[in-house]
């Protein structure tokens, strides 16, 4: 995506200049950016139009590869600090502006905007891909169109790639020019792409963030530019066979694959690589697809191709937070797109690569500097974003998903809680006890759908955690074990139940245990996007997603299975098991609906994760419950129907 050529400033300066630039291949860049940006805007009209990118990964893998032939280098270092001066030219200028301009954009309209800065400045050292395949994201969740830096992941992909490859053209002598030095890198690309093709597969399968995100299952297809390169220098024919083939057939094939859905992601991303490889060997003069790739606006499209991928999403971002996208809206966004695209280009990416002012030493120390202050910056934008924010000041809070607490208290009861994400959630009614109540708290939380070290699933993530305690357990403690049900399985067996293994295990010390009853489940609840106005957001659909009818929370299949499952717990260990109804805490008995929205504060910061502001708010339910621990609360929360 971030691989172009250095176009000269009209597009036929010269006939030297014009036997080095393919101006059909910025056509190519902007095919695959407006694909990009048709899925972003809406998945309906094109589901597979983000194999845009993949289109990029190709095409930089070509002129990268392109760009180091014949090129003459001194030695090893020279080589290799004039290739990254290039891409410290090429990438870094446009991205320090747009992270630094965005990360305060975010601030404005997300009250809590702590995972966007960060992925923001992870995009800065190239390693947003990282982070977002740490946090378990899922590219194609709704929760990512809230992110203005998700779609960093694919520099990071392609700057890994810039790590590895010059040391494969130098060491394989097709960057010292050596007889068999193409011959060489052929065979040592040709058996990384086999294997990264094969791990892209098999991952896709079994892990796809592993496989989406991450540089080695994505190395094939940079890599098959690169052979489509070396391949035409040494076989001739190969290029002749190719050239035979109709390129607007190849185009538009690759139309139809793009219109293929989410569920064909691998047939799919292997058909548009080997397309796009072989649509830049086909694209001759003459040619219908040729014609219509270099026309002046395709062309000027392309060339702006990077800033563009970088502020589309911005802008479509900031949208969702504020005004919605609506048939009506798109082409004031679409405009806005191309506004700071072209600036970016005009102003930030063109001076810039041109420049001569510094040496290569100070190129890379100016970006290393650049980056670094950036990130400073972004480190301040974060700090002040309570002040930043537009919106009421009530709807900012502190939204944790907590990982572990260890907190010392004065009263000698300790808790010591055991969970999923949803343990995590309650983080701030655990601060709450231990600051105002004297609670010591042990909470250790791994979310349902992250493996667990060594594979484990949540429940013996639990009964491992517990083992840890067993020599130093009294009375005064309480084990405190909070699951969601919409983690249960369909089947007959209720994963619930294998939690019998820490109840047991706590009966037999005079320990009680704390189930948390399941909360109510808002299906594709975005509270921050959808549930509130402010000035900005003229067109807040407040009823949307944001209210659920009781009476279908209760008897939702899954949360009465957990239901039912608890009380047979506490039915088997009575004394031991304590229920606290945190579904009630949330919705009253005396209401028909459950809101997100309380009159005072958000009850949830998603879908089925309650807010700091909801976890604070039931300490004193939660009192209550501890007080009369000793008649075991056992019954349904609601009368049997």
């Not at 995506?1 to 014009?18: C, F, G, I, R």
């Not at 280009?345 to 950036?374: H, K, Q």
């Not at 010390?509 to 299906?523: Q, T």
Request: proline residues 5%.
């Amino acid at each position: 995506m971030s691989a172009v050529a250095n176009p000269p400033q009209t597009l036929y300066k010269s006939t030297e200049v014009k036997s080095k630039y393919r101006p059909e291949i910025d056509g190519l860049r902007a095919f695959a950016v407006v694909a990009v940006i048709i899925n972003h805007f809406n998945k309906d009209l094109l589901p597979s139009g983000y194999l845009g990118v993949d289109i990029f990964f190709v095409i930089s893998g070509y002129v990268i590869t392109s760009s180091l032939a014949g090129r003459e280098s001194k030695n090893f270092l020279d080589f290799v600090t004039g290739f990254y001066e290039r891409r410290i030219k090429r990438l870094v200028p446009p991205l320090v502006v747009f992270v630094l301009i965005t990360s305060v954009l975010i601030c404005l309209v997300n009250p809590n905007p702590g995972t966007d800065l960060t992925t923001g400045i992870c995009s800065l050292f190239g390693v947003s891909n990282l982070f977002l395949f740490k946090n378990s994201t899922d590219y194609f969740a709704q929760s990512t169109e809230l992110n203005p830096f998700t779609h960093t992941w694919s520099l990071g992909v392609e700057e890994q790639f810039y790590l590895l490859f010059p040391f494969l053209i130098w060491f394989s002598g097709f960057g010292q020019q050596t007889v068999k030095g193409a011959r060489n890198l052929f065979f040592w690309v040709g058996a990384l792409t086999i294997a990264s093709l094969v791990s892209f597969i098999y991952l896709y399968q079994v892990n796809q963030p592993a496989a989406y995100f991450l540089m080695p299952p994505r190395f094939w297809e940079m890599a098959a530019g690169c052979l489509l390169f070396i391949g035409f220098q040494k076989r001739t024919s190969i290029e002749q066979a190719l050239e035979q083939i109709p390129p607007m057939l190849v185009l538009a094939a690759m139309v139809g694959v793009m219109f293929l859905p989410l569920s064909a992601a691998v047939p799919a991303t292997i058909s548009v690589v080997v397309l796009s490889a072989i649509l830049i060997a086909c694209l001759k003069q003459g040619t219908g697809a040729y014609e219509l790739l270099t026309l002046e606006k395709v062309v000027y499209v392309g060339l702006i191709s990077y800033s563009l991928y970088l502020w589309h999403w911005t802008v479509l971002s900031i949208s969702r937070w504020t005004i919605g996208i609506h048939w009506w809206s798109a082409p004031l966004q679409l405009s806005i797109m191309l506004l700071l695209a072209s600036l970016s280009y005009r102003f930030i990416e063109t001076p810039l690569r041109r420049s001569s002012t510094f040496n290569r030493i100070g190129v890379v120390a100016l970006g290393v500097v650049s980056v670094f202050l950036v990130m400073l910056a972004a480190l301040g934008v974060n700090a002040s974003r309570k002040s930043l924010f537009l919106g009421g000041k009530n709807l900012y809070e502190d939204n944790r998903l907590y990982s572990s607490l260890d907190l010392l208290g004065n009263s000698g009861r300790r808790l010591i809680v055991l969970g999923d994400s949803h343990a995590g959630a309650i983080g701030a009614l655990l601060e709450e006890l231990n600051k105002k109540d004297g609670f010591s708290i042990k909470m250790h939380s791994r979310g349902a759908g992250i493996p667990g070290i060594n594979g484990e699933n949540p429940t013996e993530f639990k009964v491992k955690a517990l083992n840890h305690y067993k020599d130093n357990l009294s009375a005064k403690d309480s084990i405190v074990l909070v699951t969601n049900y919409q983690g249960i399985n369909e089947t007959d067996r209720i994963e619930l139940m294998d939690e019998e293994k820490v109840v047991s295990l706590a009966s037999h010390r005079d320990i009680s245990v704390i189930l948390f009853r399941p909360i109510p489940y808002f299906d594709n609840l975005r509270p921050y996007r959808e549930c509130y106005a402010a000035w900005f957001r003229p067109f807040a659909r407040e009823e949307a997603n944001c209210k659920l009818r009781r009476e279908r929370a209760l008897f939702e299949r899954k949360f009465k299975r957990v239901i039912e499952a608890q009380n047979a717990l506490a039915s088997r260990y009575p004394g031991t098991v304590i229920i606290f109804d945190a579904f009630s805490q949330l919705c009253p008995q005396l209401e028909k609906i459950c809101s997100s929205f309380d009159g005072v504060g958000y009850l949830y910061k998603d879908d089925d994760h309650i807010s700091a502001y909801a976890a604070r708010k039931m300490r004193g339910a939660f009192l209550k419950m501890l007080r009369h621990s000793t008649v075991p609360l056992t019954g349904n929360i609601e009368p049997e129907r």
